[in-house]
T-cell receptor, first 105, second 112 residues
Framework: QKEVEQNSGPLSVPEGAIASLNCTYS??????FFWYRQYSGKSPELIMSIYSNGDKEDGRFTAQLNKASQYVSLLIRDSQPSDSATYLC?????FGKGNQVVVIP | DTGVSQDPRHKITKRGQNVTFRCDPI?????LYWYRQTLGQGPEFLTYFQNEAQLEKSRLLSDRFSAERPKGSFSTLEIQRTEQGDSAMYLC??????????FGPGTRLTVT
């Protein structure tokens, strides 16, 4: 069974700081990796996709992929209160349980 | 509105009844996915279609669940003989390619 692990508890960061989220996965043959943001009571929203090793930047978001170590991470720079949400890591069609981020003004 | 739509948004049913949900994907997307999500968990994959072909179905999915996508357009998810454990948010998503998914608002099912 393909597993995606997001083990960190809720993350509280002050406004303007960097939020860092990590995700590991079990299927070494995985080819596609995603981060979704989910506000309370809403459905997931795609924010980043990454397919090859290295970094991918999009605005204040940076996704990092390391296939050898089987992890993918997300950095949120200059965190804003509107970034407060649950962030879901997805590997192929499998999702992790998510990490809650709270940005404190 | 050109996003993914789902109907109904809420469904309350009694245990043992059958329910059917509909999903209309973004028109140019040929891939369509169904997920189930419970509180505090990530979406759990149920099944996906490419055009009208059902390409993958979760082994966790009971035989009580069936999905169709006639003509490769909208899709329906049917749950037969509902159980209380089926209470969840049922999410539909569509994708143009490579599993970048765009989710609909979901159908919240409550089984009493």
């Amino acid at each position: 069974q393909k597993e995606v692990e997001q083990n960190s508890g809720p993350l509280s960061v002050p406004e303007g700081a960097i939020a860092s989220l990590n995700c590991t996965y079990s299927d070494r043959g995985s080819q596609s990796f995603f981060w979704y943001r989910q506000y309370s009571g809403k459905s997931p929203e795609l924010i980043m996709s990454i397919y090859s090793n290295g970094d991918k930047e999009d605005g204040r978001f940076t996704a990092q992929l390391n296939k050898a170590s089987q992890y993918v991470s997300l950095l949120i720079r200059d965190s804003q209160p509107s970034d407060s949400a649950t962030y879901l890591c997805a590997v192929g069609l499998a999702f992790g349980k998510g990490n809650q981020v709270v940005v404190i003004p | 509105d050109t996003g993914v739509s789902q109907d109904p948004r809420h469904k309350i049913t009694k245990r043992g009844q059958n329910v059917t949900f509909r999903c209309d994907p973004i028109s140019e997307h040929n891939r369509l996915y169904w997920y189930r999500q419970t509180l505090g968990q990530g979406p759990e994959f149920l099944t996906y279609f490419q055009n009208e072909a059902q390409l993958e179905k979760s082994r966790l999915l009971s035989d009580r669940f069936s999905a169709e996508r006639p003509k490769g357009s909208f899709s329906t998810l049917e749950i037969q003989r509902t159980e209380q454990g089926d209470s969840a948010m049922y999410l539909c998503a569509s994708s143009p390619t490579r599993d970048e998914q765009y989710f609909g608002p979901g159908t919240r099912l409550t089984v009493t």
